[in-house]
Protein backbone atom coordinates (compact mmCIF):
# COMPACT_ATOMS: atom_id res chain seq x y z
CA UNK A 1 0.00 0.00 0.00
CA UNK A 2 1.04 3.69 -1.18
CA UNK A 3 1.99 5.74 2.12
CA UNK A 4 3.67 8.79 3.02
CA UNK A 5 4.10 9.64 6.35
CA UNK A 6 5.18 12.99 8.25
CA UNK A 7 6.86 13.57 11.33
CA UNK A 8 6.74 15.43 14.02
CA UNK A 9 2.71 15.26 13.88
CA UNK A 10 3.02 18.60 15.77
CA UNK A 11 5.83 21.25 16.63
CA UNK A 12 6.08 23.82 18.80
CA UNK A 13 9.24 26.58 18.30
CA UNK A 14 10.08 30.13 19.37
CA UNK A 15 11.01 33.08 16.82
CA UNK A 16 14.11 32.48 15.91
CA UNK A 17 14.51 29.11 15.83
CA UNK A 18 15.20 26.59 12.95
CA UNK A 19 13.28 23.35 12.21
CA UNK A 20 13.38 20.70 10.04
CA UNK A 21 10.23 18.33 8.91
CA UNK A 22 10.28 15.23 8.02
CA UNK A 23 8.68 12.84 5.00
CA UNK A 24 9.25 9.64 4.10
CA UNK A 25 7.64 7.96 1.50
CA UNK A 26 6.83 3.96 0.39
CA UNK A 27 5.30 4.61 -2.94
CA UNK A 28 5.43 3.04 -6.09
CA UNK A 29 6.25 4.55 -9.69
CA UNK A 30 7.30 7.87 -7.66
CA UNK A 31 7.68 10.79 -9.58
CA UNK A 32 7.79 13.99 -7.63
CA UNK A 33 7.46 15.17 -3.95
CA UNK A 34 5.82 18.58 -3.30
CA UNK A 35 5.81 20.78 -0.11
CA UNK A 36 2.74 22.70 0.87
CA UNK A 37 1.93 25.02 3.34
CA UNK A 38 -1.70 25.61 4.78
CA UNK A 39 -2.83 28.42 6.73
CA UNK A 40 -6.62 27.67 7.58
CA UNK A 41 -7.63 27.53 3.81
CA UNK A 42 -6.24 25.59 0.69
CA UNK A 43 -2.81 24.12 0.80
CA UNK A 44 -0.20 26.63 -1.15
CA UNK A 45 2.44 25.21 -3.05
CA UNK A 46 5.98 25.76 -1.76
CA UNK A 47 8.48 23.37 -3.64
CA UNK A 48 8.80 20.31 -5.73
CA UNK A 49 11.72 17.64 -5.87
CA UNK A 50 11.81 15.03 -8.50
CA UNK A 51 15.80 14.59 -8.10
CA UNK A 52 17.87 13.36 -5.10
CA UNK A 53 20.52 15.82 -3.55
CA UNK A 54 19.26 18.82 -5.26
CA UNK A 55 18.76 21.88 -2.99
CA UNK A 56 15.47 23.84 -3.63
CA UNK A 57 15.53 27.12 -1.42
CA UNK A 58 12.94 30.05 -1.24
CA UNK A 59 13.89 32.57 1.52
CA UNK A 60 14.11 30.84 4.57
CA UNK A 61 12.34 27.84 3.33
CA UNK A 62 14.78 24.99 1.94
CA UNK A 63 14.12 21.14 1.00
CA UNK A 64 15.89 18.52 -0.34
CA UNK A 65 15.19 14.95 -1.73
CA UNK A 66 17.07 11.50 -0.82
CA UNK A 67 15.58 8.90 -3.13
CA UNK A 68 17.83 6.50 -2.25
CA UNK A 69 16.54 6.33 1.38
CA UNK A 70 13.06 7.37 0.62
CA UNK A 71 12.51 10.75 2.21
CA UNK A 72 12.48 14.73 2.68
CA UNK A 73 13.42 17.07 4.62
CA UNK A 74 11.94 20.98 5.13
CA UNK A 75 13.66 23.57 6.54
CA UNK A 76 12.40 26.70 7.77
CA UNK A 77 15.37 28.99 9.30
CA UNK A 78 15.25 31.96 11.74
CA UNK A 79 11.35 31.27 11.82
CA UNK A 80 8.56 33.86 12.33
CA UNK A 81 5.19 33.86 13.25
CA UNK A 82 3.97 34.06 10.26
CA UNK A 83 5.43 30.42 9.44
CA UNK A 84 2.62 29.02 11.73
CA UNK A 85 0.44 26.52 9.63
CA UNK A 86 0.24 23.04 8.64
CA UNK A 87 3.09 21.70 6.46
CA UNK A 88 2.03 18.74 3.94
CA UNK A 89 4.35 16.49 2.05
CA UNK A 90 2.74 14.99 -0.95
CA UNK A 91 3.95 12.54 -3.79
CA UNK A 92 2.92 12.54 -7.41
CA UNK A 93 2.92 9.07 -9.00
CA UNK A 94 3.85 7.63 -13.15
CA UNK A 95 1.28 5.85 -14.59
CA UNK A 96 -1.80 6.53 -17.05
CA UNK A 97 -4.10 5.38 -14.02
CA UNK A 98 -2.59 7.80 -11.67
CA UNK A 99 -1.75 10.83 -13.64
CA UNK A 100 -2.67 13.42 -11.52
CA UNK A 101 -2.95 11.99 -8.16
CA UNK A 102 -1.30 13.05 -5.02
CA UNK A 103 -0.87 11.24 -1.84
CA UNK A 104 -0.62 13.47 1.12
CA UNK A 105 1.23 12.67 4.10
CA UNK A 106 -0.23 13.34 7.69
CA UNK A 107 0.78 16.79 8.08
CA UNK A 108 2.85 18.67 10.36
CA UNK A 109 1.29 21.74 12.45
CA UNK A 110 4.00 23.52 13.51
CA UNK A 111 3.29 26.86 16.09
CA UNK A 112 5.99 29.54 15.92
CA UNK A 113 5.63 31.33 19.48
CA UNK A 114 6.39 35.06 20.07
CA UNK B 1 -9.02 35.01 -12.56
CA UNK B 2 -11.40 32.89 -10.77
CA UNK B 3 -9.37 29.68 -10.80
CA UNK B 4 -11.13 26.55 -8.66
CA UNK B 5 -14.67 27.64 -7.17
CA UNK B 6 -15.75 26.03 -4.47
CA UNK B 7 -19.65 26.50 -3.40
CA UNK B 8 -21.32 26.56 -0.73
CA UNK B 9 -18.15 27.59 1.65
CA UNK B 10 -20.28 26.41 4.88
CA UNK B 11 -22.66 24.08 5.54
CA UNK B 12 -24.46 22.15 8.29
CA UNK B 13 -26.35 19.25 7.23
CA UNK B 14 -29.04 16.54 9.26
CA UNK B 15 -27.74 12.91 9.10
CA UNK B 16 -29.80 11.66 6.04
CA UNK B 17 -29.91 14.43 3.94
CA UNK B 18 -28.74 14.84 0.55
CA UNK B 19 -26.48 17.62 -1.10
CA UNK B 20 -24.07 18.71 -3.58
CA UNK B 21 -20.85 20.83 -3.39
CA UNK B 22 -19.91 22.42 -6.10
CA UNK B 23 -16.77 23.07 -8.30
CA UNK B 24 -15.92 24.78 -11.12
CA UNK B 25 -12.82 25.41 -12.67
CA UNK B 26 -12.35 28.23 -15.85
CA UNK B 27 -8.53 26.83 -16.79
CA UNK B 28 -9.41 24.09 -19.08
CA UNK B 29 -7.70 21.44 -16.64
CA UNK B 30 -8.27 17.96 -17.75
CA UNK B 31 -7.55 16.97 -14.28
CA UNK B 32 -9.96 17.45 -11.50
CA UNK B 33 -10.62 15.62 -7.62
CA UNK B 34 -11.61 16.39 -4.65
CA UNK B 35 -10.58 15.86 -1.28
CA UNK B 36 -11.21 15.26 2.14
CA UNK B 37 -9.32 16.52 5.45
CA UNK B 38 -9.44 15.50 9.09
CA UNK B 39 -7.44 16.54 11.68
CA UNK B 40 -4.16 14.57 11.94
CA UNK B 41 -5.22 12.55 8.90
CA UNK B 42 -4.00 15.01 5.97
CA UNK B 43 -5.61 15.14 2.50
CA UNK B 44 -7.43 11.80 1.34
CA UNK B 45 -8.78 11.18 -1.94
CA UNK B 46 -12.45 10.81 -2.66
CA UNK B 47 -12.69 10.88 -6.18
CA UNK B 48 -11.43 12.22 -9.26
CA UNK B 49 -11.52 12.74 -13.03
CA UNK B 50 -8.98 13.03 -16.10
CA UNK B 51 -11.66 14.17 -18.50
CA UNK B 52 -15.42 14.87 -19.11
CA UNK B 53 -17.17 11.41 -18.90
CA UNK B 54 -14.50 10.18 -17.09
CA UNK B 55 -14.17 9.56 -13.06
CA UNK B 56 -12.88 7.06 -10.93
CA UNK B 57 -12.52 6.21 -7.03
CA UNK B 58 -9.44 7.23 -4.72
CA UNK B 59 -8.76 6.48 -1.36
CA UNK B 60 -11.74 7.31 0.67
CA UNK B 61 -14.76 7.22 -2.01
CA UNK B 62 -17.68 5.49 0.06
CA UNK B 63 -20.88 7.79 0.04
CA UNK B 64 -20.00 9.85 -2.52
CA UNK B 65 -20.37 10.47 -5.99
CA UNK B 66 -19.40 12.37 -8.27
CA UNK B 67 -20.13 13.21 -12.00
CA UNK B 68 -18.05 15.24 -14.93
CA UNK B 69 -20.24 16.12 -17.74
CA UNK B 70 -18.22 18.88 -18.24
CA UNK B 71 -14.54 19.95 -18.27
CA UNK B 72 -15.06 22.82 -16.11
CA UNK B 73 -17.51 21.14 -13.29
CA UNK B 74 -16.77 18.20 -11.09
CA UNK B 75 -19.62 18.10 -8.81
CA UNK B 76 -19.16 16.02 -5.32
CA UNK B 77 -22.36 15.02 -4.20
CA UNK B 78 -23.64 13.27 -0.55
CA UNK B 79 -26.38 10.96 -1.26
CA UNK B 80 -27.59 10.54 2.57
CA UNK B 81 -25.30 12.23 4.99
CA UNK B 82 -23.55 10.98 7.86
CA UNK B 83 -21.69 12.31 10.95
CA UNK B 84 -18.69 10.65 9.48
CA UNK B 85 -18.60 13.00 6.47
CA UNK B 86 -18.19 16.23 8.82
CA UNK B 87 -14.91 17.38 7.24
CA UNK B 88 -13.18 20.42 5.42
CA UNK B 89 -13.69 19.24 1.60
CA UNK B 90 -11.31 20.69 -1.00
CA UNK B 91 -11.79 20.45 -4.87
CA UNK B 92 -8.20 20.64 -7.13
CA UNK B 93 -7.34 20.80 -10.78
CA UNK B 94 -4.30 20.40 -12.73
CA UNK B 95 -2.93 19.35 -16.40
CA UNK B 96 -2.69 15.56 -16.59
CA UNK B 97 0.90 15.61 -15.58
CA UNK B 98 2.42 16.42 -11.56
CA UNK B 99 3.71 19.79 -11.59
CA UNK B 100 3.00 20.93 -8.54
CA UNK B 101 3.07 24.86 -9.11
CA UNK B 102 0.46 24.03 -11.58
CA UNK B 103 -2.10 22.15 -9.18
CA UNK B 104 -4.48 24.46 -7.93
CA UNK B 105 -6.92 23.92 -4.93
CA UNK B 106 -10.26 25.52 -4.43
CA UNK B 107 -10.75 27.30 -1.12
CA UNK B 108 -12.54 24.69 1.51
CA UNK B 109 -15.86 23.53 2.18
CA UNK B 110 -16.60 23.29 5.72
CA UNK B 111 -19.13 20.48 6.21
CA UNK B 112 -20.77 19.56 9.97
CA UNK B 113 -23.15 16.90 9.67
CA UNK B 114 -25.59 16.65 12.89
Known amino acids: EDKVVQSPLSLVVHEGDTVTLNCSYE??????LLWYKQEKKAPTFLFML????IEKKSGRLSSILDKKELFSILNITATQTGDSAIYLC??????????????FGQGTTLQVKP | NAGVTQTPKFQVLKTGQSMTLQCAQD?????MSWYRQDPGMGLRLIHY???????DQGEVPNGYNVSRSTTEDFPLRLLSAAPSQTSVYFC?????????????FGEGSWLTVV
Open chain 1, 50 to 53: TSSG
Open chain 2, 92 to 104: ASSLLRVSGNTIY
Open chain 2, 27 to 31: MNHEY
Open chain 1, 90 to 103: AVGQYGSSNTGKLI
Open chain 1, 27 to 32: VTNFRS
Open chain 2, 49 to 55: SVGAGIT
